[in-house]
C-alpha cells in the first residue's frame, strides 16, 4: 500500500472524524482568528500608540480584504490555469502552506516598518482566503469520506474560537499596558502554538480512493456531462446574497472596539470585551449549525441570518450603552459562521459540478463587499466625524443585510427545491 494512503486506512487517532474537525477547526482559528481579525482588537493599542490613525487603520483593514479577494480568485482560478501544480500539492498541502504564512506574517507586523504593514496585511489575507478555502474542501470531503459530514460544520467554529481568544488575550495586554507590537509577537506565538495539532492530521488526499489526478480528471468531465442543480440566475443571486454579507459585517467587526469606545465613558473596561462576545457567539452559532436538520432550506437559514445581524447592528445604533453594544455584539456573531457553512452547502447544491470553484468564486465575492466597507466608512468619518460617521457607517451596513435577506427569500421562492 502507498505511504500516503496509509493514513487513511490505519485505526490511528489522526484518522477519526473527531481528529479531522478539530484539525480543521483549529486551522480557521489560525487562518481567521489572527491572520483576518486579530487586527480588531489590536487597533486600539495601535492607536494608543500612536503607530497609526484612524484612516490609516481603515486602509491596513482594506489591505487585508483586497488580499482575502485576491486569494479566493487564485484558488478559483488555480485548477485551471496550474492544473498539474493544484493536482500535486492538492488541498492539504496549500492550507498548511498558508498556515506557515500566516504565521509568519502575524510576526513581522511587529517590526517597526509601517511603510510594509499594508503589504503584510495584504499577503496575510490571501493566505488566509488560501486556507479557508482549501481546508473547507479537505475536512467536508474527508468527513464525508468518514461517514460523519455533519461534523463538517464544526470546524466552522475555528474562527470564532480565535476571535474569543485573541480578543481575551488583547483585553489582558491592554490592562498590563502592552504595546500593540508585542500583541503581534504573541499572536504569532499562539498561532504555532494552534498548528502543531494539525500537522499530523492535514495531509494526502480527502478520499483516498480518488488520487488527485483521477478526482481532477472526474470533476473536469462531470463538469461537461453533469447538468447543474440551478440556473445561472440562481447562482448569481446566491453570488450577490453572500457578498452583501460581507459588507454586512465588516464595518462593525473592523470598528467595534473603536465605535465602543466612541460612545461609552473614557475609561469604561467594556469596550475591549465585545469583540470576545462577538466571537462566543460566533462559535456557538458554527456549532448549532451542524445540527440543523438536512431538509431545511438553507436559503431560507441564510436570511434569518442575515436579519439576525442587521438586529445587532440596529442595536448598538438604537441603544448606545454596555448592554445595547453586548447584545448587538452576540447577534452580531452568532449567525457569522452559520452563514458561511450554509452558503458553501448551497453552492455545492447549485452547482455540483464545479462545486469547489463556484465555493471560491463566492467567497471572492464575498471579499469584495468587505473591501468596500471600511473605505465607505473611512470617508464617512471623514465627511461628518466619527460618532455621526460610524452611525451612518452602521446604517448602511444593516441595509445591505436586509437587502440579502430578501435576495434570499426570493431566490427560495422561485427555485423551491435544490438537488
Known amino acids: 500500500m502507498p505511504a500516503s494512503l496509509h493514513v487513511f486506512t490505519s485505526s490511528?487517532?489522526?484518522?477519526?472524524?473527531?481528529?479531522?474537525?478539530?484539525?480543521?477547526?483549529?486551522?480557521?482559528?489560525?487562518?481567521?482568528?489572527?491572520?483576518?481579525?486579530?487586527?480588531?482588537?489590536?487597533?486600539?493599542?495601535?492607536?494608543?500608540d500612536g503607530v497609526v490613525d484612524l484612516a490609516q487603520g481603515s486602509w491596513l483593514a482594506t489591505a487585508n480584504y483586497v488580499g482575502y479577494l485576491v486569494g479566493a480568485i487564485a484558488c478559483t482560478a488555480l485548477p485551471w490555469l496550474a492544473p498539474r501544480l493544484y493536482r500535486r500539492w492538492g488541498p492539504a498541502r496549500l492550507a498548511r502552506a498558508g498556515l506557515v504564512a500566516t504565521v509568519v506574517l502575524t510576526a513581522a507586523m511587529a517590526l517597526p516598518a509601517p511603510a510594509g504593514w499594508p503589504a503584510l496585511r495584504f499577503a496575510a489575507g490571501v493566505a488566509s482566503a488560501f486556507v479557508l478555502l482549501n481546508v473547507a474542501a479537505w475536512c467536508m470531503?474527508?468527513?464525508?469520506?468518514l461517514g460523519r459530514p455533519a461534523m463538517g460544520g464544526l470546524i466552522f467554529a475555528g474562527p470564532g474560537l480565535g476571535i474569543v481568544l485573541t480578543g481575551v488575550v488583547a483585553s489582558a495586554m491592554v490592562l498590563l499596558g502592552w504595546r500593540a507590537a508585542?500583541?503581534?509577537?504573541?499572536?504569532?506565538?499562539l498561532a504555532v502554538a494552534w498548528c502543531l495539532p494539525i500537522w499530523p492530521v492535514m495531509r494526502g488526499q480527502a478520499d483516498p480512493g480518488a488520487p488527485a489526478a483521477v478526482a481532477a480528471e472526474a470533476a473536469a468531465e462531470r463538469r461537461d456531462t453533469v447538468q447543474a442543480g440551478g440556473t445561472a440566475l440562481a447562482r448569481a443571486l446566491h453570488a450577490l446574497g453572500y457578498g452583501l454579507a460581507g459588507l454586512g459585517y465588516i464595518v462593525t467587526a473592523t470598528f467595534l472596539p473603536v465605535i465602543a469606545r466612541t460612545a461609552l465613558a473614557p475609561g469604561s473596561p467594556w469596550p475591549d470585551l465585545f469583540w470576545p462576545m462577538f466571537g462566543v457567539g460566533a462559535t456557538v452559532g458554527a456549532v448549532l449549525s451542524a445540527r440543523t436538520p438536512e431538509r431545511w432550506d438553507r436559503r431560507w437559514l441564510l436570511a434569518l441570518c442575515y436579519l439576525v445581524q442587521a438586529l445587532g447592528i440596529a442595536l448598538g445604533l438604537w441603544l448606545p450603552t454596555a448592554a445595547g453594544f453586548a447584545a448587538g455584539s452576540v447577534l452580531l456573531g452568532l449567525p457569522f459562521l452559520a452563514l458561511v457553512f450554509y452558503a458553501m452547502q448551497v453552492a455545492r447544491r447549485l452547482?455540483?459540478?464545479?462545486?469547489?470553484s463556484f465555493m471560491s468564486l463566492i467567497t471572492a465575492v464575498y471579499g469584495l463587499g468587505q473591501i468596500a466597507g471600511?473605505?465607505?466608512?473611512?470617508?464617512?468619518?471623514?465627511?461628518?466625524?466619527?460618532?455621526?460617521?460610524?452611525?451612518?457607517?452602521?446604517?448602511?451596513?444593516?441595509?445591505?443585510l436586509v437587502l440579502g435577506a430578501v435576495i434570499y427569500a426570493v431566490s427560495a421562492l422561485r427555485w423551491r427545491t435544490l438537488p
Not at 470531503?141 to 469520506?145: C, E
Open 351 to 356: 452547482w455540483p459540478a464545479s462545486a469547489d
Open 182 to 189: 508585542m500583541g503581534w509577537v504573541v499572536f504569532a506565538v
Open 141 to 145: 470531503v474527508r468527513l464525508t469520506v
Open 374 to 400: 471600511p473605505p465607505i466608512t473611512a470617508w464617512l468619518l471623514a465627511a461628518h466625524g466619527q460618532a455621526r460617521g460610524f452611525t451612518l457607517g452602521l446604517s448602511f451596513a444593516a441595509s445591505a
Open 12 to 48: 490511528r487517532w489522526f484518522d477519526r472524524p473527531w481528529a479531522v474537525a478539530l484539525a480543521g477547526l483549529l486551522a480557521l482559528a489560525v487562518a481567521m482568528g489572527v491572520g483576518r481579525f486579530a487586527f480588531t482588537p489590536l487597533l486600539p493599542m495601535m492607536l494608543h
